[in-house]
């Protein structure tokens, strides 16, 4: 599975993404990223030459909401492509399309009784916000706004984490966790441009893949006691591709780190539900404002 994979979107995306220059307004500004920094683990030189453990079947994968509403069209796009933030797309006729991820096991904390539904209404409302909030800082400007559910903590209730933005030079990414019956933010400003959300399949660790022009880097990300996203380890940057050691994949695999089903909103007409059942790109596409991903997700 390539890097490029990830950015899925179609046309307007991919044209968004090799420009990083007058694409709107920015949303915010990453250099104020509420984050704890301190005593990262940076990882530098480092050899991934050693496979010990490729991607398989048997690796667990993010949990992946079946499609239950109506679909508009089921496309599957196929890899063409190691690094570039573009993809083919093929058509597949059906009447209804399910990807067959397995879910990903968590345990609710002990005495810990949550409705789903209070928490799947909350997260709804910040994702909603957030795409208001991009609507309003550029009208006239194509926008996108991408989620994705993950249980960083391990309590039995996944954290949300949404990227927003116009296009790839002012992306940014907050992550929102649930505590005490109520929606925190855990961070705010992080990373978005040329990023792709993921996990470390042996520590449960969200996963924050960069890459770009042959350039990328990989950051794990924990939460603390408190609720708040903290960076437990830093790759520090590398390269990939031509003229490189090493493709952008063979990081994935050696690192043990496996992509997290996305949603992302298109404007207000489309909505694309993308995961990688056994390893694989699928994308399904919804109209309108769907939230099919977050309603099947499964707490």
Known sequence: MKFSDIFFAGAAIAAAALVLSGCGSSTGDS????????DIPLVTDIDISDATEPYSEAVP??????ETAAVTSDEVTTETETPAETTAETTETSTAAETDTPAETTTAAPGQETDSSAVKAAYRSAIESRIDQVKASNETSFSSVTYALHDMDKDGIPELIVKYGTCEADYLT???TWRDGAVKTA??????????????YTTGQLVFC???MGYGNMTWYDLDENGNA????????????PGADYEYSDYLTNLHISWITISEF??????WVISYPEGEY???EYSGRDFTYLENYDF
């Open 266 to 271: 298109m404007g207000d007409d489309t909505t």
């Open 187 to 200: 961070a705010e400003g992080l990373p978005g441009g040329h990023t792709s959300y993921a996990f470390d």
């Open 282 to 284: 699928y994308g399904v």
């Open 61 to 66: 994968a993010e949990t992946t909401a079946t």
């Open 210 to 212: 960069e890459g770009h």
């Open 174 to 176: 907050a992550i929102y």
């Open 31 to 38: 250099s104020g990223a509420d984050i704890a920094t301190a």
């Open 230 to 241: 903290v960076v437990s380890k830093d790759l520090g940057g590398f390269t990939f591709g």
